[in-house]
Nanobody, 119 residues
Framework: QVRVVESGGGLVQPGGSLRLSCAAS????????MEWHRQLPGKERELVAS???????NYADYVKGRFTISRDNAKRTAYLQMNRLKSEDTAVYYC?????????????WGPGTQVIVSS
């Protein structure tokens, strides 16, 4: 089985920064895509950023210029650097890891980490 665990969440003031980590473990042949999603209170989960195995990134419009997604393949870890945080960034942030071999792929969700942006 594959495990995905997020870390790095917490309380931060508006304008501050946080760095989230997403570590994948278990039997993994290859990691294709790594994504960060978030779920605001009372809202549905939405895609924040993604990075594929070639390092190509994609961002939601509301985080462009503020957030940066990256990955360390040797550590099987993805990161989300969040700068200039706003109160509306308050959410549970989830990591999604698409992994598998040449024939089969599977998506795996982490349990999430809470980010609260408040004074």
């Amino acid at each position: 089985q594959v495990r995905v665990v997020e870390s790095g969440g917490g309380l931060v003031q508006p304008g501050g920064s946080l760095r989230l980590s997403c570590a994948a473990s278990g039997t993994i042949f290859m990691i294709y895509d790594m994504e960060w999603h978030r779920q605001l209170p009372g809202k549905e989960r939405e895609l924040v950023a993604s990075i594929n195995s070639d390092g190509i990134t994609n961002y939601a419009d509301y985080v462009k210029g503020r957030f940066t997604i990256s990955r360390d393949n040797a550590k099987r870890t993805a990161y989300l650097q969040m700068n200039r945080l706003k109160s509306e960034d308050t959410a549970v942030y989830y990591c999604y890891v698409l992994e598998g071999d040449y024939e089969n792929r599977a998506g795996n969700w982490g349990p999430g980490t809470q980010v609260i942006v408040s004074s």
